[in-house]
């Protein structure tokens, strides 16, 4: 069972991401590390600390829940800035594949929110 990112245009062609639960978390936390914090330590992630104490353009898609509900068009354009620097700080991941697959999946994700940025439409989670 897993989960999938994709744009709401019941469009077949257009691009999509999916992961495991388990996968979907491992690239969350991932995100959150390169945010400066640790994913374990936020309210709904097991810890107490509240999502007002940390300052992401990543939040909405950070704290949002895995099986249900999407990103506005708005909300996946403040995020591309910063998910193309993550992109961009780590150009030489070739000799470690969990970061090419952590690297390899944002750009997946980037090219959904532009489409959907493009299409005005939303993100699905599903």
């Not at 898609?61 to 620097?85: I, V, W, Y």
């Amino acid at each position: 069972m897993g989960l999938m990112l994709c744009p709401a245009d019941d469009e077949v062609t257009s691009p999509d991401i999916s992961w495991s639960h388990h996968g979907f978390k491992l690239f969350r936390e991932w995100l959150a590390q390169s945010e400066g914090f640790a994913l374990r330590e936020m309210v709904g992630f097991g810890g107490n600390r509240p999502w007002s104490s940390v300052s992401t353009t990543l939040a909405p898609l950070l704290d949002h829940p895995d099986h249900e509900g999407d990103l506005a068009p708005a909300r996946c354009a403040a995020m591309l800035p910063r998910l193309e620097a993550i992109i961009n700080e780590r150009p030489h991941a070739a000799g470690d594949p969990i970061l090419q697959r952590r690297i390899d999946d944002t750009r997946q994700l980037v090219a959904a929110m532009k489409y959907c940025v493009d299409k005005d439409v939303t993100l699905d989670f599903c």
